[in-house]
């Protein structure tokens, strides 16, 4: 049974730098893509970044492009997300995700990950 523990949401200034952290088990996660997606309540799940299982691509929303910096470590089977130059707008619960990609265009697509962690909840304050 696949299981997602994120770890790492707290309160932080604007401005300053996170790391959340994501430990997948459960499967040997062999070509399994995973990702990063965050929601604030009463809007959608967004995707925010994700690194492809077969190749190591990653991608980035252009939100948090040049500040996030997504990461995994194969040994350990955990993902990271290096969040810099927080914003007040970056507040949200994130998620982790992981999935078999259907399709590679789609990486950021929700409907592509049946397996999701519970969540962290990330504040930025101003």
């Known amino acids: 049974q696949v299981q997602l523990v994120e770890s790492g949401g707290t309160t932080v200034q604007a401005g300053g730098s996170l790391r959340l952290s994501c430990a997948a088990s459960?499967?040997?996660?062999?070509?399994?893509?995973m990702a990063w997606f965050r929601q604030i309540p009463g809007k959608e799940r967004e995707g925010v970044a994700a690194?492809?299982?077969?190749?190591?691509?990653?991608v980035y929303a252009d939100s948090v492009k040049g500040r996030f910096t997504i990461s995994k470590d194969n040994a350990k089977n955990i993902l990271y997300l290096q969040m810099n130059s927080l914003k007040p707008e970056d507040t949200a619960i994130y998620y982790c995700?992981?999935?078999?990609?259907?399709?590679?265009?789609?990486?950021?697509?929700?409907?592509?990950?049946?397996?999701w962690g519970q969540g962290t909840q990330v504040t930025v304050s101003s």
């Open positions: 995700a992981a999935d078999v990609l259907s399709t590679w265009a789609r990486r950021l697509d929700r409907s592509e990950y049946n397996y």
């Open positions: 690194i492809v299982g077969y190749d190591g691509s990653t």
């Open positions: 459960g499967t040997t996660f062999r070509g399994f893509s």
